[in-house]
């Protein structure tokens, strides 16, 4: 298994960016399809975005679509989220997740997730 390491969140204002890094570690990490979580305070976790081992497939929930762009780099074992247009109510612990190998990519469910990062905290002030 991959371990993951995120990076990258902060307080922003509504309407601002951020991206965030999730650095795994080993040689197996390009044969994961990978993706992005949130939990916030008092909710179920839930999928935000997911990308294909190749990076050539992503795979978004509807509320982020056009906003957030998923995106990794296998050759630095990193997978990355760039967040725009921040809304308030996405304030959420942000996790990165390495899901199946060897298989399509699509929504990805928490019982499909073989490596959990500790995750990074996300605050949208309004």
């Known amino acids: 298994q991959v371990q993951l390491v995120e990076s990258g969140g902060g307080l922003v204002q509504a309407g601002e960016s951020l991206r965030l890094s999730c650095a795994a570690s080993?040689?197996?990490?390009?044969?994961?399809?990978m993706g992005w979580f949130r939990q916030a305070p008092g909710k179920e976790r839930e999928f935000v975005a997911a990308?294909?081992?190749?990076?050539?497939?992503?795979y978004y929930t509807d509320s982020v679509k056009g906003r957030f762009t998923i995106s990794r780099d296998n050759a630095k074992n990193t997978v990355y989220l760039q967040m725009n247009s921040l809304k308030p109510e996405e304030r959420a612990v942000y996790y990165c997740?390495?899901?199946?190998?060897?298989?399509?990519?699509?929504?990805?469910?928490?019982?499909?997730?073989?490596?959990w990062g500790q995750g990074t905290q996300v605050t949208v002030s309004s």
């Open positions: 990308i294909s081992m190749s990076g050539g497939t992503t």
């Open positions: 080993g040689r197996t990490f390009s044969t994961y399809n």
């Open positions: 997740a390495a899901g199946p190998r060897y298989s399509s990519v699509g929504k990805l469910l928490p019982t499909q997730i073989n490596s």
